[in-house]
């Protein structure tokens, strides 16, 4: 099972930006299908983005598109997710996730792995 540790997180003001990054080890990264979800105490995770093994493959949820683009280099095991135009509504602790397999989802019991998440904060 592959571990992934997240990082990026921070402070933000409204209309700024951060650039989140997951590192991957012990999976087959390559071959995964990686995913950004987010979620706020009190409130259901919530589906950020997702890239499959081919970067081309990507998915955003409506609120964020436009905004945030998940990106990835299988050089070095890692995503990203670049996000702009930061709103106070993007506050949530942020979570890598992978699955195997080609397919795109956003549900989250569908991905096998996950990270510890990373704090995103935007103030307004």
């Known amino acids: 099972q592959v571990q992934l540790v997240e990082s990026g997180g921070g402070l933000v003001q409204a209309g700024g930006s951060l650039r989140l990054s997951c590192a991957a080890s012990g999976g087959t990264f390559s071959t995964d299908t990686m995913a950004w979800f987010r979620q706020t105490p009190g409130l259901e995770r919530e589906f950020v983005a997702a890239?499959?093994?081919?970067?081309?493959?990507?998915d955003y949820a409506d609120a964020v598109k436009g905004r945030f683009t998940v990106s990835r280099d299988n050089a070095k095991n890692s995503v990203y997710l670049q996000m702009n135009s930061l709103k106070p509504e993007d506050t949530a602790v942020y979570y890598c996730?992978?699955?195997?397999?080609?397919?795109?989802?956003?549900?989250?019991?569908?991905?096998?792995?996950w990270g510890q998440g990373t704090q995103v904060t935007v103030s307004s």
């Open positions: 996730a992978a699955r195997s397999g080609p397919s795109l989802s956003r549900t989250g019991p569908n991905y096998s792995s």
């Open positions: 890239i499959g093994r081919i970067a081309s493959m990507t």
